[in-house]
């Protein structure tokens, strides 16, 4: 699924010099127990998969700097930032420059 879910939005979407676009994950919507959780008691999500890079920023030579992360990486967002993008009607992306983003995990 998560290749589908790249595929589709890096044939649309060519995030430019060092930005990301990202796929936030989920709100929890229910507890273990099932209980309920309100939509306005559910944290924000700061917790991203990547789905396109760019091809990194330029150095003071003028060379390309690949970037760290690549698509399929689970990434760590700021509370605050990011653009909104929306490349499919029922989809929401965020774009981020690579120094924004706080840090890389394994699921």
Wanted: aromatic share 8%; net charge neutral; proline share 4%.
């Amino acid at each position: 699924m998560l290749a589908e879910l790249a595929g589709a939005a890096a044939k649309k979407f060519f995030p430019m010099m060092d930005r990301v676009l990202v796929k936030k994950f989920e709100a929890m919507t229910k507890t273990k127990g099932g209980i309920v959780i309100p939509e306005k008691a559910t944290a924000k999500v700061l917790k991203a998969t990547v789905v396109a890079v760019g091809q990194g920023s330029r150095n003071q030579q003028g060379e390309f700097v690949p970037l760290t992360v690549k698509v399929g990486d689970n990434v760590l967002l700021p509370e605050y930032g990011g653009t909104k993008v929306e490349i499919d009607e029922n989809t929401e992306y965020h774009l981020y420059r690579e120094s924004e983003i706080l840090a890389k995990f394994e699921s």
